[in-house]
């Protein structure tokens, strides 16, 4: 005769598989975590658009200031002479997403739109901002 200590080993070692509960909590775990990866993600796509609009802006700076430097006004400053005068590396494709505009003899309104945002430097020294509206 065996003891009642062997009888419940002999019984557990029968058992396989695992009970509804456990399932469950592991859809509920995998769930959550695959909530936390997207809202992550979405916030990652989010910035990069955003950083990525502020450093087209800041690429083609350089290229209005040559152009004033040379010209003493910011009058007529298109992006494709821009391009063409100072050689600037700027995508063809992504040519469509820039907006100059209100250029003065003194003054210019440079903007670049990606995804949701729109980065802008208005006029010489001027910090770049970025926002979610479009600002020339």
Request: aromatic fraction near 8%.
């Amino acid at each position: 005769m065996r003891s009642p200590a062997a009888e419940l080993r002999i019984q557990a070692g029968k058992e396989a598989g695992f009970t509804l509960i456990e399932l469950l909590m592991v859809i509920v775990i995998l769930g959550i975590l695959a909530g936390i990866a997207v809202v992550s993600y979405v916030g990652f796509n989010d910035r990069s658009e955003k950083t990525t609009a502020r450093s087209n802006v800041r690429v083609v700076v350089p290229a209005l200031t040559a152009y004033y430097t040379e010209h003493s006004t910011y009058v007529d400053a298109t992006l494709t002479a821009l391009r063409n005068q100072y050689d600037l590396q700027i995508d063809d494709s992504a040519a469509s997403r820039y907006k100059i505009s209100g250029l003065g003899d003194s003054t210019y309104c440079l903007q670049n739109h990606i995804g949701n945002w729109y980065a802008w430097t208005t006029g010489p020294n001027e910090p770049i901002d970025a926002g979610t509206s479009s600002h020339c």
